[in-house]
DNA sequence: AACGTTGACAACCGCAGAATT
DNA sequence: CAATTCTGCGGTTGTCAACGT
């Protein structure tokens, strides 16, 4: 049988053999891959490039880290998808020695399950209707599995800023409009201070008629400078808490007030609607400004252990959609930002 | 013990964009 | 500049082992 990638009639498929294996990694740590559709002529495999480079990707690569993945891992991967949504490859990227193939497995055999079970929407990551999760229901398995631990799902900003840094180097590298929605004509056109402790949200697995029991926060602190960040814009500003993230502190979860669906964050940026010359003075300052965000964050990858995980940087995702040309009608959520850009 | 189910992992497929001819 | 080839990516399927009935 032929096989479309090559055309190749005797073109050996499934799994590979230890001997095959031993070949591939010969040729390529001897003569490194070249061409991909070159390597099995070369190896002495009946196999097409193509699967010999998905072999060598996936599984061959010395510097791949095996085994399975730590909480630590796990969480980047949230924070990430949350961002970027399911582009494997450059969620792989924040994890070292793990492939896209692996995280893409990860999340869709374990992590998307544990987001429902919350009654999270694995898609969005917010807080699905006690219908859908009804009619979403994932039995739970009988085999018990490392990372089947219900845990509250968290956001660390530590890697959301550095997706943001990635987004805005692709967004301004781009020369077409990114396609960024920023705002749902069906809420309000602000975001409100949080005035009350947020709360945790857990349901009662054991108990599925249970309503969702709210839990404050116990690392909650009151709003501010460090939990509230104004968005300067133009000649006004608009004020968010990090909370409409579900971050506070270093111990984060995802929460929603009392029993309500929760709704994704929205950024507003007041003063949009008018333009004169002093806000053309005022966007020469923000690339200003982007040009430094972007630098700082570069250093805050170099040793993003030390970094507070309260330190994502609004300014800089303002600045980043300021600069490409973002209006405020267009912005629905950083959920949107994520998925339609 | 046999069978069905589930989860984890590996591999394949098709597409899109980049690179090359 | 068009055609072709190569590469990378995300979605999907296949395989195997563990577990429950």
Redesign the pocket.
Known sequence: MG???CGKQKV?????SPEEDEKLIKHITTRG??????VPKHAGLQ?C???C???WI??LRPELKRG?FTPEEEQIIIDVHRILG?????IAKHLPGRT???V???W???IK?KLISQGLDPKTHNLISSHQRASNK???????????QQKPISVNFTTVNSQMKNCSAELNSSSSSPIVTLYNAQQPPMVETMATPPTHQYHDDQNPNAAWTSVKDPTFHEPSTESTVNISSSSSSSSMNLSVFGLLGNSTCLYAAGAQPFEAPRIILEGEQSKGSEEVLQQEKEKLLEMEMIKAIDDQDMDASLMESSSFDFSFLESTLMSTGVTSHDLNSMADFAWNY
């Not at 050996?12 to 590979?16: A, F, N, P, S, T």
């Not at 399911?86 to 450059?90: D, F, I, L, T, V």
């Not at 994932?138 to 089947?148: A, E, W």
Request: glycine share 10%; charged share 30%.
């Open positions: 096989h479309r990638c050996k498929r499934g799994l590979w891959h070249g061409s991909w559709s070159s196999r490039g193509k699967s480079r998905l072999r996936n599984y399975s399911n582009r494997w490859a450059q896209d193939n692996e893409k497995n990860f869709n055999s374990c399950k994932i039995g739970g398995s009988s085999r018990s599995q490392p990372h089947d």
